[in-house]
């Protein structure tokens, strides 16, 4: 697991990191005709969304640990 250094460029660094292991990448990709086809909801699958989180889902809980 990497550790990102500074909250400013944690974003960039995980998208490069992604954008760097091409087997993850394709993964993760969604194409329009798939977003097109299942809404943001594949999005959600795709990315390992919590159920809370993702559109229609319950709110977690307080006291509930989000990932």
Known sequence: MYVYDSPITCAWEGGSALASDKKAYGTKVVTRK??????????????DTPRGLQEGGKEPADDEDVY
């Open 34 to 47: 798939e977003y097109l086809e299942y809404g943001s909801n594949i999005c959600s699958t795709r990315f």
